[in-house]
């Protein structure tokens, strides 16, 4: 270390010190490379060619609700027509056939082709898009593993989400896979469900039996053989849907269309994070290089406590952001 002119250690270099050290053994996350930003917009209801492009020279197709960001670029061929939804007034305007147009802050700057002045739409964006993003955006730090000598490459602590809603039709829970022999309980109440370690897929699912509308506690146990070797602290609290209130969300869901993400919002907002999930894959089965959309996907995977695969996105995340 160095010393001071009096002797005492310089305290600038003690903090250099320390930092070197937090970083060398992990316990400093890597934060994201710039500041979260939001989408301008979607385009909606494409028919015939209808594309978009991050750079405007490698174009995709748009097949289903796209969201658009700031510098995106979009263009119909001669069959093509869609609609975009701009994110901050609401409003929509339908692109006709060869049009070409780059998303700007602001919305859509036409170069060519007929877009209609704006008028009013029902499809709006999420509310509270923009403030959405910002707070998933803490989800995307990437934390290195640490593996001390002498633990095991498998986890059993396994955890299910703390809080979490199903309904008859959405009854399924996920949580992540445990060592290779570990089996699981699932203790709802008074009643409990064996569940044999999965095979395929990054995670465990299991569809639950659906008691009564009302909330309990909800356990998961890890056994190995015949002994529990892992149970939490606490029990999480499961809400059971009644009906009614299932046959309501699931009019919201069919009126949202192909917008995944509006699909995905309603369903989180009423606790049914798995469902939320599978709207969440949906969007990116059918846009797979749609990264700067992940935040909302990786809040989701940490909110399960899917944590290995919530790692994996974040980092997809962090190294389309630093290119």
């Given at each position: 270390m160095v010393k001071q002119h009096?002797?005492?250690?310089?305290?600038?270099?003690?903090?250099?010190?320390?930092?070197?050290?937090?970083?060398?053994?992990?316990?400093i996350g890597v934060a994201s490379a710039e500041a979260p930003r939001s989408p301008v917009g979607k385009l909606m209801d494409p028919n015939g060619a209808v594309e978009y492009s991050r750079d405007g020279e490698k174009?995709?197709?748009?097949?289903?609700?796209?969201?658009?960001?700031?510098?995106?670029?979009?263009?119909?061929?001669?069959?093509?027509?869609?609609?975009?939804?701009?994110?901050?007034?609401?409003?929509?305007?339908?692109?006709?056939?060869?049009?070409?147009?780059m998303v700007g802050d602001a919305g859509l700057e036409v170069s060519a082709g007929e877009v209609s002045d704006p008028f009013?739409?029902?499809?709006?964006?999420?509310?509270?898009?923009?403030?959405?993003?910002?707070?998933a955006q803490r989800y995307t730090t990437v934390r290195r593993a640490v593996k001390k000598p002498g633990e095991p490459d498998c986890e059993v602590k396994v955890r299910l989400a703390r809080k979490i809603t199903v309904s008859?039709?959405?009854?399924?829970?996920?949580?992540?896979?445990?060592?290779?022999?570990?089996?699981?309980?699932?203790?709802l109440g008074e009643q409990q469900f064996d569940v044999p370690t999965g095979e395929a897929g990054e995670h465990i699912r299991f569809q639950l039996p659906v008691p009564a509308a009302g909330e309990y506690d909800l356990r998961l146990d890890v056994k190995a053989g015949e002994e529990v070797v892992y149970t939490p602290r606490r029990p999480g609290k499961?809400?059971?849907?009644?009906?009614?209130?299932?046959?309501?969300?699931?009019?919201?869901?069919?009126?949202?269309?192909?917008?995944?993400?509006?699909?995905?919002?309603?369903?989180?907002?009423h606790g049914l994070l798995v469902?939320?999930?599978?709207?969440?894959?949906?969007?990116?089965?059918?846009?797979?290089?749609?990264?700067?959309?992940?935040?909302?996907?990786?809040?989701?995977?940490?909110?399960l406590q899917l944590m290995t695969e919530k790692t994996a996105e974040a980092q997809k995340y962090n190294d389309f952001i630093s290119e």
């Amino acid at each position: 270390m160095v010393k001071q002119h009096d002797g005492s250690e310089s305290g600038l270099d003690v903090k250099q010190m320390v930092l070197a050290a937090l970083l060398m053994f992990g316990f400093i996350g890597v934060a994201s490379a710039e500041a979260p930003r939001s989408p301008v917009g979607k385009l909606m209801d494409p028919n015939g060619a209808v594309e978009y492009s991050r750079d405007g020279e490698k174009w995709r197709p748009v097949t289903r609700a796209k969201y658009l960001f700031s510098g995106y670029h979009v263009r119909t061929g001669a069959d093509g027509s869609g609609n975009f939804i701009n994110q901050e007034s609401g409003l929509a305007q339908s692109l006709s056939a060869n049009v070409t147009a780059m998303v700007g802050d602001a919305g859509l700057e036409v170069s060519a082709g007929e877009v209609s002045d704006p008028f009013s739409s029902d499809a709006g964006l999420m509310d509270g898009l923009a403030n959405k993003f910002a707070s998933a955006q803490r989800y995307t730090t990437v934390r290195r593993a640490v593996k001390k000598p002498g633990e095991p490459d498998c986890e059993v602590k396994v955890r299910l989400a703390r809080k979490i809603t199903v309904s008859e039709g959405f009854a399924d829970l996920v949580w992540e896979k445990a060592c290779p022999d570990n089996t699981f309980v699932i203790v709802l109440g008074e009643q409990q469900f064996d569940v044999p370690t999965g095979e395929a897929g990054e995670h465990i699912r299991f569809q639950l039996p659906v008691p009564a509308a009302g909330e309990y506690d909800l356990r998961l146990d890890v056994k190995a053989g015949e002994e529990v070797v892992y149970t939490p602290r606490r029990p999480g609290k499961l809400k059971v849907l009644a009906s009614a209130e299932e046959a309501t969300i699931k009019a919201s869901l069919m009126a949202a269309g192909d917008d995944y993400f509006a699909q995905a919002d309603m369903l989180e907002q009423h606790g049914l994070l798995v469902p939320a999930m599978d709207a969440y894959r949906a969007y990116f089965d059918a846009y797979p290089d749609d990264i700067e959309m992940k935040p909302l996907f990786i809040a989701n995977l940490q909110a399960l406590q899917l944590m290995t695969e919530k790692t994996a996105e974040a980092q997809k995340y962090n190294d389309f952001i630093s290119e």
